[in-house]
């Protein structure tokens, strides 16, 4: 989104996000800021738009238009991979996002609306506009998915109050880099005869020469004037710029805190990332899975099929494969805690339904009682 985009934009939390008092100096503190903020969106965009989204009926995947529009194609323009970054994009960004369905059952994200609330009725929403087209009718919340982002929108706003401070230390910081890295050198002349302003402009023009010819050539050679010494002063201080990096962390560590994402897993300074990611799954993905989870349940299903077991679940991405989890599963098997095709949901395959033996509990023998063992093995021997 640009800088034009955001300045025309009708939320109120994002026009107190971008510290419009600054613009005209501090573009690039604004540029961190959005920097930072768009680069923890894609990281949970990029994770959510591998999920599938399915409808689940007597524990049976349905596989029908919805499923299509959910997973493969949800209209011509754009696939479900780029349809589900562009939600969380706006549910982060805009704390709320719009979907609406066409006549020809194509689902829609809404770049502009107006929302109309009640109190006892369904809310409605008109000026539903997407890209250069704006639907003269209104829609009626029964009838569109509308994601809303509490969390965030109540916290960000107020997070970025504090990012100033971030912007006037960056600021100083890279000003002091300017410094540190700076060519400084001195010119030595000797009394001059022509002290006219053409005179002196005339050896300015001279001095300009010999510093471009010196600061933009690997190899520059300067013919010697008599009465005429230049001569850099060498800077003895670090060249360093850990500082910068260090407060374009801060920008990314704040936002990162309140989407939930782990600093160490979003820097990827670690070499053990399997907590990091569990926590990330558990307290940044989930969370907004289950709110798009929820608005598809109440719009696609009525009260009585969900009742009776029809709901629309979703399969997050795994960071683990089948045979990470080989022993866990062998252990859950053979000690009839979970049967076969309990087992393979979980790992995130379909059950079979023409094998009986993959619904039935088994327990071997390690998990016997010792003296039914032992029975068993002695009929064995008598065999």
Known sequence: MGLLDLVKSRNKELEFMLDFDLIEDTSKKIHMKQLAIQTCINVIGRTISQSEFYVKKDKKIVKDEMYY????????NMSASHFWQTVVHKLIYNNECLIIQSDTEDLLIADSFTRIEYAL?????????????????????????????????????????????????FGRIVEFQKRKNQIRGVVEIEAVSDKTEKGQ?????????????????SVAIVPQQKGF???????????????????IDGF????????????????GDIADVEKPTRNYMTF????????????????MIDKKEYLAGKKMETKRVSYSNMFDVAAAVDKLRSSGVANGNELREE??????EDDPMLDKYVI????????????????????
């Open 121 to 169: 009725v369904n809310d409605s929403f008109k000026d539903v506009t997407i890209k250069d087209y704006t639907f003269s009718r209104t829609f009626q919340m029964s009838d569109v998915f509308f994601i809303w982002n509490t969390a965030i929108k109540g916290y960000l706003p107020c997070l970025m109050v504090y990012m100033p401070i971030y912007g006037e230390l």
């Open 229 to 247: 010494k230049y001569e850099e002063m060498k800077n003895g201080q670090s060249q360093s710029v850990d500082e910068v990096n260090k407060v």
């Open 284 to 299: 940044c993905i989930d969370p907004f899975l289950k709110k798009i989870r929820d608005e598809l349940n109440g719009k």
């Open 69 to 76: 529009r959910l997973n493969v194609r949800p209209n011509p």
């Open 347 to 352: 790992l995130g395959l379909e059950r079979v």
């Open 252 to 267: 990314l560590d704040q936002v990162a805190k309140a989407l939930g994402i782990p600093i160490a897993l979003l820097h």
């Open 364 to 383: 071997t023998k390690n998990y016997q009682e010792s003296s039914e063992a032992l029975k068993g093995g002695e009929k064995k021997d008598e065999a």
């Open 201 to 217: 402009e005339k050896l300015q023009n001279y001095i300009n020469k010999i510093y471009k010819a010196f600061s933009g050539k």
